[in-house]
């Protein structure tokens, strides 16, 4: 929903949840619009955790120098067990009244818009940006991040595909997502992964190994396999697929290797381009909403719209990926 809002004098920003690659360049854009527009700007360290505590600290547009182009966030992330009891919000609030802060920018993934909204239907203005490299976040194309960890993934599969080849070996390569395949489909596919696999499509083990065999027989002699961390366990597939086909099997976990690191050039004008409009969309009342990515424009989305729900995958790029891996 959309609160009234006079014009503030001072807003905050923070980020929550799992860090991502452009969040930095989103605050950056958060404080720089900001203070063009005469606001003045708050940043709260630790998200929800450092509301509560009132660890917060006065921003300008020097705070934000040479951050564009940063990994992780200079705010720092914490994930919040009392923030999601009315004690625990009750206090960020009274934390955010005493700060003179009269609107909030939050920077994150699903629990942080899930804050967000609490925030809101109590009565403070808040505007999300979605920051998380699952891209699982509904209503928005893109997230902040994501681009960044599907370039990382795709580095480290690239680079493990020339192993394979020399060595003519089957690589798994698991990566995240937690519950969703977005990174996994959308590296596999750019790389040229032989096999994908994600939470949304089921997968039989048995098959997945006669398709590797198959592939062999007809003269291919390496295999890279993407599976999203929460398809399987690479490590327990892995297993597997060297017990049932006999092949000489690896496997490689990115983990957080795909957090960090330089965002592309897409998430850092992505992150400015969506740290700007949560500042417009404070100045025009429309709070409540979070910033979404659609055909090449920022749009505003109610967040009681994003809340709870669950982005669905385009499984027509995950058929693209099985035709093409032929």
């Given at each position: 929903m959309t609160k009234s809002l006079s014009r503030p004098r001072r807003i905050g920003v923070l980020t929550s949840g799992g860090d991502a690659p452009g969040m930095n360049a989103a605050v950056r854009a958060v404080v720089r619009k900001a203070v063009y527009e005469g606001l003045l700007v708050t940043g709260v360290m630790r998200g929800y955790a450092g509301l509560i505590d009132g660890d917060m600290r006065p921003l300008d547009e020097r705070s934000v120098g040479d951050l564009i182009h940063r990994g992780g966030t200079f705010l720092q992330t914490a994930r919040s067990e009392r923030f999601k009891t009315p004690e625990g919000q009750a206090q960020a609030r009274a934390r955010l009244e005493e700060a003179g802060i009269e609107a909030l920018v939050t920077i994150g993934g699903g629990g942080t818009f899930k804050g967000a909204l609490a925030l809101q239907d109590a009565g403070f203005p808040v505007v999300g940006v979605p920051g998380s490299i699952d891209n699982d976040i509904p209503?928005?194309?893109?997230?902040?991040?994501?681009?960044?960890?599907?370039?990382?993934?795709?580095?480290?599969?690239?680079?493990?595909?020339?192993?394979?080849?020399?060595?003519?070996?089957?690589?798994?390569?698991?990566?995240?997502?937690?519950?969703?395949?977005?990174?996994?489909?959308?590296?596999?596919?750019?790389?040229?992964?032989?096999?994908?696999?994600?939470?949304?499509?089921?997968?039989?083990?048995?098959?997945?190994?006669?398709?590797?065999?198959?592939?062999?027989?007809?003269?291919?002699?390496?295999?890279?396999?993407?599976?999203?961390?929460?398809?399987?366990?690479?490590?327990?597939?892995?297993?597997?697929?060297?017990?049932?086909?006999?092949?000489?099997?690896?496997?490689?976990?990115?983990?957080?290797?795909?957090?960090?690191?330089?965002?592309?050039?897409?998430?850092?004008?992505?992150?400015?381009?969506?740290?700007?409009?949560?500042?417009?969309?404070?100045?025009?009342?429309?709070?409540?909403?979070?910033?979404?990515?659609?055909?090449?424009?920022?749009?505003?989305v109610p967040l009681e719209e994003v809340v709870g729900r669950r982005k669905e995958i385009d499984l027509s790029l995950y058929e693209l990926a099985r035709i093409l891996a032929i």
């Open positions: 209503e928005t194309e893109y997230s902040i991040g994501f681009d960044t960890a599907v370039d990382t993934a795709l580095d480290a599969i690239e680079r493990l595909r020339d192993t394979a080849w020399a060595h003519s070996r089957v690589f798994l390569v698991e990566v995240m997502g937690r519950d969703t395949g977005f990174i996994a489909l959308a590296a596999g596919l750019a790389g040229g992964a032989e096999t994908v696999l994600i939470p949304e499509v089921p997968f039989d083990v048995g098959e997945l190994c006669e398709s590797i065999l198959t592939s062999y027989r007809k003269g291919k002699r390496h295999s890279v396999i993407v599976v999203a961390e929460g398809a399987a366990s690479a490590a327990d597939l892995g297993r597997q697929v060297r017990e049932r086909t006999g092949l000489d099997t690896r496997v490689t976990v990115l983990g957080h290797v795909q957090r960090g690191g330089r965002p592309t050039g897409f998430d850092r004008t992505l992150a400015s381009q969506m740290g700007a409009a949560a500042v417009d969309f404070i100045l025009q009342g429309k709070t409540g909403q979070m910033t979404a990515w659609r055909s090449g424009r920022v749009l505003a």
